[in-house]
């Protein structure tokens, strides 16, 4: 079991990848791991994570083994990299269901949002070192 928040992030998702790389910057006590679901071994070295699942909502897993999903996902790594006070309205009573329904929406519509934001709807594999 990790002691970091592992997160199972979409690698052709260009609005993805740029918050990962954010992350990741923020990341100085390596508190985060970043797991990408299209990574060729991905399927082996996580059978318990549903890759089409993955692909429609955010999926992490916390050091303890428990999984989050969604904006859980991005407050718990946002925390992280103490800055959850960015997040944590997202995860407040009545603006949670709020957000989490928004969230659906733009998980749903990424990456056509990814490209009037960024210029690319997909890449291939966009990588976190770029």
């Not at 990741?24 to 318990?48: G, Y």
């Not at 428990?66 to 904006?71: A, N, Q, S, T, W």
């Not at 990299?81 to 709020?98: H, K």
Request: glycine share 6%; with cysteine.
């Amino acid at each position: 079991m990790s002691e970091r928040l592992v997160l199972f992030y979409d690698g052709g998702c260009p609005l993805c990848v740029r918050e990962m790389r954010h992350l990741r910057a923020l990341d100085k006590q390596q508190r985060l791991q970043f797991e990408n679901i299209w990574q060729a071994d991905f399927s082996e070295r996580f059978p318990e994570i549903d890759v089409t699942e993955a692909n429609r909502i955010l999926h992490g897993r916390m050091p303890n083994g428990e999984m989050i999903y969604g904006l859980d996902v991005t407050h718990a790594a946002w925390s992280a990299v103490n800055r959850g006070w960015l997040t944590a309205a997202l995860r407040w009573p009545i603006i949670r269901w709020f957000a989490d329904k928004g969230y659906l929406g733009f998980a749903k519509h990424r990456n056509r949002l990814s490209k009037l934001i960024t210029g690319q709807e997909r890449c291939l594999q966009c990588s976190l070192d770029e």
